[in-house]
Nanobody
């Protein structure tokens, strides 16, 4: 089993930055792709981006955005750097992981999930 714990969320003003972290523990040798999703109030969970063990990443609709994913395999950690934050970025941010190397946008493709960390951007 794999456990994922997100951290780094909080309250920030418009234009500010946050760096979220996701720490994996347990059977981490099973992990390949790690991903970020987010869910805003009254909205469905949406894919932010994913990165696999080899460092290949995919942002989907967030390509070219203010969000940057990185990963440190030695530490079993993944990061989400968020810059120039806007109130629309307010959401719970979830870390997800899977054993495959695919970079799926679908939440059903990920077997392991964290509890989420709240990001609130004030206007």
């Amino acid at each position: 089993q794999v456990q994922l714990v997100e951290s780094g969320g909080g309250l920030v003003q418009t234009g500010g930055s946050l760096r979220l972290s996701c720490t994996a523990s347990g059977r981490t040798t099973e992990l390949n792709t790690m991903a970020w999703f987010r869910q805003a109030p009254r909205k469905e969970r949406e894919f932010v981006g994913a990165i696999n063990w080899g460092g290949i990443f995919y942002y989907g609709d967030f390509e070219g955005s203010r969000l940057t994913i990185s990963r440190d395999n030695a530490k079993n950690m993944m990061y989400l750097q968020m810059d120039s934050l806007e109130p629309e970025d307010t959401a719970i941010y979830y870390c997800a992981a899977d054993e495959t190397g695919g970079l799926s946008k679908s939440s059903s493709s990920y077997a392991f999930w964290g509890q989420g960390t709240q990001v609130t951007v004030s206007s």
